[in-house]
């Protein structure tokens, strides 16, 4: 590919202030709100299918990523994850399994991101915090392993030991806080102020969503091209919902693929605040009282993104729903030995939701539909 860059720098999604890529930020500086990379669909569109890297990784896709040509990629071989059959169920669903990753979840396609994009001479970032439920922490541990960065974590008490174990294991400082994310996060803002350092946590850094929308270049490239009908998601935070829409949004602008999926988006019953809020028709999430679920990578009681997931939703004329734990425990149960697919709670919401989704002929059998298998089980077996 022509080595121009389609990564023209950061815009705020609130005051649309716009900034340099050279300035080192998290939030707007002028509003507090969030931040997305500016990358320019008419420089892609200059680019054709056949000039896609082949590194077997999601960084083929780097013309899509914000970086520049020049910039040293900090990979561990992250993405290019399998599109598979889902056989067990009747409809047309293929999965797409992110347990096949570093560390076990799609988590590290945001922190590879991140830390490439952070560690370019223009940023030379060399110490980060961030807060997490756990699989964030494991990413952002390793891949900061790699690039020689302090990283510091913190995780709810709560959390997987597997997932505390493996990030001390990879270098990383953890912390555990009593209470949920959203009080993890506060000790990582505080950390942040007070060290200086970096915060890397969800949306509170632009440079992770990107790296989650490799999932939606790589299913259309999977599928030769076509467009799903509909990206069955399990939403937490966001993150992977507003970087793929951002993603299909961008294919299609410059004429890969001819249209943009719908998404099913999975909450646990126990804390579904998005869900709430988009069959409510309300244009931002309030908090979830007393969240309580096993999928403690969807328990996030008021994602910072909310307004934005929410427009994302909205444009993709999406569904919503909620799965209860215990149908979220048998269908860890069900992927396992009807799939093979060893996965957590949080991941396993998905399998969950497909009962309803064609029970209640939200999705006709015949459509084409995408299940991200987003996490391994083999960092929550204490849940099965
Ligand atoms: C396994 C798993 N699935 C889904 C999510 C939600 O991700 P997102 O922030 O992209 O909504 C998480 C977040 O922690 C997770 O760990
Ligand atoms: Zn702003």
């Given at each position: 590919?022509?080595?121009?860059?389609?990564?023209?720098?950061?815009?705020?999604?609130?005051?649309?202030?716009?900034?340099?890529?050279?300035?080192?930020?998290?939030?707007?500086?002028?509003?507090?709100?969030?931040?997305?990379?500016?990358?320019?669909?008419?420089?892609?569109?200059?680019?054709?299918?056949?000039?896609?890297?082949?590194?077997?990784?999601?960084?083929?896709?780097?013309?899509?990523?914000?970086?520049?040509?020049?910039?040293?990629?900090?990979?561990?071989?992250?993405?290019?994850?399998?599109?598979?059959?889902?056989?067990?169920?009747?409809?047309?669903?293929?999965v797409?399994d992110e347990t096949k990753n570093?560390t076990g979840t799609f988590k590290d396609?945001?922190?590879?991101?991140?830390?490439?994009?952070?560690?370019?001479?223009?940023?030379?970032?060399?110490?980060?915090?961030?807060?997490s439920e756990g699989n964030a922490g494991c990413s952002?541990?390793?891949?900061?392993?790699?690039?020689?960065?302090?990283?510091?974590?913190?995780?709810?008490?709560q959390a997987n030991p597997a997932k505390v174990?493996l990030?001390?294991?990879?270098?990383?400082?953890?912390?555990?806080?009593?209470?949920?994310?959203?009080?993890?996060?506060?000790?990582?803002?505080?950390?942040?102020?007070?060290?200086?350092?970096?915060?890397?946590?969800?949306?509170?850094?632009?440079?992770?969503?990107?790296?989650?929308?490799?999932?939606?270049?790589?299913?259309?490239?999977?599928?030769?091209?076509?467009?799903?009908?509909?990206?069955?998601?399990p939403?937490g935070?966001?993150?992977?919902?507003?970087?793929?829409?951002?993603?299909?949004?961008?294919?299609?602008?410059?004429?890969?693929?001819?249209?943009?999926?719908?998404?099913?988006?999975v909450?646990p019953?126990?804390?579904?605040?998005?869900?709430?809020?988009?069959?409510?028709?309300?244009?931002?999430?309030?908090?979830?009282?007393?969240?309580?679920t096993i999928a403690f990578g969807l328990r996030?009681?008021?994602?910072?993104?909310?307004?934005?997931?929410?427009?994302?939703?909205?444009?993709?004329?999406?569904?919503?729903?909620?799965v209860?734990d215990?149908?979220i425990r048998?269908s860890m149960g069900q992927a396992l030995?009807?799939?093979?697919l060893l996965l957590e709670p949080s991941s396993a919401s998905t399998i969950a939701?497909?009962?309803?989704?064609?029970?209640?002929?939200?999705?006709?059998?015949?459509?084409?539909?995408?299940l991200i298998a987003t996490g391994s089980g083999l960092k929550t077996l204490e849940q099965f």
């Amino acid at each position: 590919m022509s080595r121009e860059t389609a990564f023209q720098g950061l815009q705020c999604i609130g005051c649309h202030s716009s900034y340099s890529k050279g300035e080192i930020l998290q939030k707007c500086p002028k509003c507090g709100g969030l931040l997305d990379t500016i990358i320019n669909p008419e420089i892609l569109s200059g680019k054709s299918k056949d000039d896609i890297d082949r590194t077997r990784s999601m960084w083929k896709f780097r013309d899509f990523l914000p970086v520049d040509p020049t910039d040293k990629i900090v990979s561990a071989g992250e993405g290019d994850t399998p599109l598979r059959r889902l056989s067990s169920f009747q409809g047309n669903v293929w999965v797409k399994d992110e347990t096949k990753n570093p560390t076990g979840t799609f988590k590290d396609r945001g922190a590879s991101c991140a830390i490439t994009a952070l560690t370019q001479t223009q940023l030379g970032i060399k110490d980060l915090v961030l807060s997490s439920e756990g699989n964030a922490g494991c990413s952002f541990a390793l891949y900061s392993h790699i690039a020689d960065l302090r990283c510091q974590v913190f995780l709810p008490r709560q959390a997987n030991p597997a997932k505390v174990e493996l990030s001390r294991k990879l270098g990383a400082k953890v912390t555990l806080v009593d209470g949920t994310i959203a009080d993890a996060g506060r000790r990582a803002e505080a950390v942040a102020k007070g060290e200086g350092s970096y915060n890397a946590s969800t949306f509170v850094t632009p440079y992770r969503h990107d790296g989650k929308g490799t999932m939606a270049l790589e299913m259309c490239e999977q599928l030769d091209w076509r467009v799903p009908d509909y990206v069955v998601y399990p939403v937490g935070g966001g993150v992977g919902l507003v970087g793929m829409w951002k993603m299909f949004s961008i294919l299609e602008k410059i004429g890969w693929v001819k249209k943009r999926p719908r998404f099913a988006a999975v909450q646990p019953a126990g804390c579904a605040p998005v869900v709430k809020a988009y069959n409510s028709k309300k244009d931002d999430v309030d908090e979830w009282n007393n969240p309580e679920t096993i999928a403690f990578g969807l328990r996030i009681p008021k994602p910072l993104a909310g307004k934005w997931i929410l427009r994302c939703l909205r444009e993709s004329d999406s569904i919503a729903l909620s799965v209860t734990d215990k149908e979220i425990r048998k269908s860890m149960g069900q992927a396992l030995k009807d799939e093979g697919l060893l996965l957590e709670p949080s991941s396993a919401s998905t399998i969950a939701a497909l009962p309803y989704l064609y029970g209640e002929k939200m999705i006709d059998k015949s459509e084409e539909v995408v299940l991200i298998a987003t996490g391994s089980g083999l960092k929550t077996l204490e849940q099965f």
